[in-house]
Structure formats: structure tokens, C-alpha cells
């Protein structure tokens, strides 16, 4: 009787050791697929970070094209046309102070007033390019490998 006991509990052993194992199968059946999809998912996200970076990366050169663009602005301003301008004014000034017929003078004055306010604007639109140029360089972007 002894060996039929032992007999019956190693058969209960082997099947509950086969469930046991089957179960265990259909765990790593049901976690494979889990990884797969996720593993695709992964995929797809890098696919959208690469998209992105390129787009960041695209957006910091054109962001370097517009900083060089209006340092390029701010030397016209500041030299091609403010030096002409205080050409203009210091030989409004040496005119003015010279014996010139009153009309001359009246004339010399007016371009003086005009020569300052163009002068005044170009100052001013200095400072206008040189704000629009911080704030261009404030963002960094994305760092180049």
C-alpha cells in the first residue's frame, strides 16, 4: 500500500509540477508579448524624438541665420548710415556758423533738424535690433552631438 501511496503522490507531483510549468509558459507567453509591444512602442517614440530634435536643429539654425541677419542690421544702422548722418550734421553746424544770406541759413537749419531726427531713428533702431538679437540668442536649443 506503501508504494501505491508513493506511486499516486510522485503521478500528483509530476502533473502539479506540469501545471505549475504550463502556467509558468503561459506567464512568459503573456510577458514576451508585453515586451514586444512595448519594444514597438519604444520605437515609434524614438521615431518621434528624432522628428523633434531634427525640427529643434532645424530651428537653431535658422536662429543663428536671423542673429547674423540683424548684427548685420545693427552695423548699417550704426556705421553706413549714422556715419553719414554725422557727416551731415557737422557741416550743417560749419555752415550755419559761416556769413551765408539768411535763406541759406534757414535752409542749412531745416537740414540739420532733418539730419538729428534721422539720426535719432537710427539710434533708436539700434537698440530695437539689438533687443530682437537678445532675445534671439536666449534660447539655446538643442546641443549638437
Same mark, same amino acid.
Given at each position: 500500500?506503501? &508504494?501505491?501511496? %508513493?506511486? =499516486?503522490?510522485?503521478?500528483?507531483?509530476?502533473?502539479?509540477?506540469?501545471? &505549475?510549468?504550463?502556467?509558468?509558459?503561459?506567464?512568459?507567453?503573456?510577458?514576451?508579448?508585453? =515586451?514586444?509591444?512595448?519594444?514597438?512602442? /519604444?520605437?515609434?517614440? *524614438?521615431?518621434?524624438?528624432?522628428?523633434? /530634435? $531634427?525640427?529643434?536643429?532645424?530651428?537653431?539654425? =535658422?536662429?543663428?541665420?536671423?542673429?547674423? @541677419?540683424?548684427?548685420?542690421?545693427?552695423?548699417? #544702422?550704426?556705421?553706413?548710415?549714422?556715419?553719414?548722418?554725422? $557727416?551731415?550734421? @557737422?557741416?550743417?553746424?560749419?555752415? &550755419?556758423?559761416?556769413?551765408?544770406?539768411?535763406?541759406?541759413?534757414?535752409?542749412? *537749419?531745416?537740414?540739420?533738424?532733418?539730419?538729428?531726427?534721422? &539720426?535719432?531713428? #537710427?539710434?533708436?533702431? %539700434?537698440?530695437?535690433?539689438?533687443?530682437?538679437?537678445?532675445?534671439?540668442?536666449?534660447?539655446?536649443?538643442?546641443?549638437? /552631438?
Amino acid at each position: 500500500m506503501k &508504494d501505491i501511496k %508513493t506511486k =499516486l503522490t510522485q503521478k500528483e507531483t509530476a502533473v502539479f509540477s506540469d501545471k &505549475d510549468e504550463e502556467r509558468q509558459i503561459q506567464e512568459l507567453v503573456v510577458a514576451n508579448k508585453v =515586451l514586444a509591444f512595448q519594444n514597438v512602442e /519604444n520605437i515609434k517614440y *524614438e521615431a518621434e524624438l528624432k522628428i523633434a /530634435n $531634427n525640427s529643434l536643429t532645424k530651428i537653431q539654425r =535658422l536662429q543663428k541665420k536671423y542673429v547674423k @541677419g540683424l548684427e548685420e542690421m545693427m552695423f548699417l #544702422t550704426s556705421h553706413a548710415v549714422r556715419k553719414p548722418v554725422a $557727416n551731415i550734421i @557737422g557741416i550743417a553746424t560749419q555752415l &550755419d556758423n559761416s556769413r551765408l544770406p539768411k535763406h541759406c541759413r534757414k535752409l542749412i *537749419e531745416c537740414l540739420k533738424i532733418s539730419a538729428s531726427s534721422l &539720426d535719432v531713428f #537710427t539710434q533708436q533702431l %539700434t537698440a530695437k535690433i539689438n533687443t530682437l538679437k537678445k532675445k534671439g540668442t536666449s534660447f539655446d536649443g538643442p546641443q549638437s /552631438n
